[in-house]
């Protein structure tokens, strides 16, 4: 089992950047595949962004294409969210999760069996 716990979240303007971690703990993070996921209030969480475990392969979701980036380093055993040109409508508490050799099809059903704790992003106008 591998423990996950997201930090960088945080209070910006519209228009900045935020930069969210995942880290991980227990397992290395090198066979996971990773999603990054947000539920704003009153709305069902969902799916933002992928990346593979193999190939490094990455997919998003329309409302952030352009403007997030997500990206791992394995050798720190993290996950990242780069986030800019951020909206009041990304207001949301943000999530990470993570399947061992998960597919695409998973991680955007949400389907993983590991997930973080949640970290909240505020975009004020």
């Known amino acids: 089992q591998v423990q996950l716990v997201e930090s960088g979240g945080g209070l910006v303007q519209a228009g900045g950047s935020l930069r969210l971690s995942c880290a991980a703990s227990g397992r290395t993070l090198s066979t996971y595949s990773m999603g990054w996921f947000r539920q704003a209030p009153e709305k069902e969480r969902e799916f933002i962004a992928a990346i593979m475990w193999s190939g490094g392969s990455t997919q998003y979701a329309d409302s952030v294409k352009g403007r997030f980036t997500i990206f791992r380093d394995n050798a720190k055993n993290t996950v990242y969210l780069q986030m800019s040109s951020l909206k009041p409508d990304d207001t949301a508490v943000y999530y990470c999760?993570?399947?061992?050799?998960?597919?695409?099809?998973?991680?955007?059903?949400?389907?993983?069996?590991?997930w973080g704790q949640g970290t909240q992003v505020t975009v004020s106008s």
């Open positions: 999760a993570a399947a061992r050799y998960g597919a695409l099809e998973m991680i955007r059903t949400q389907a993983l069996p590991n």
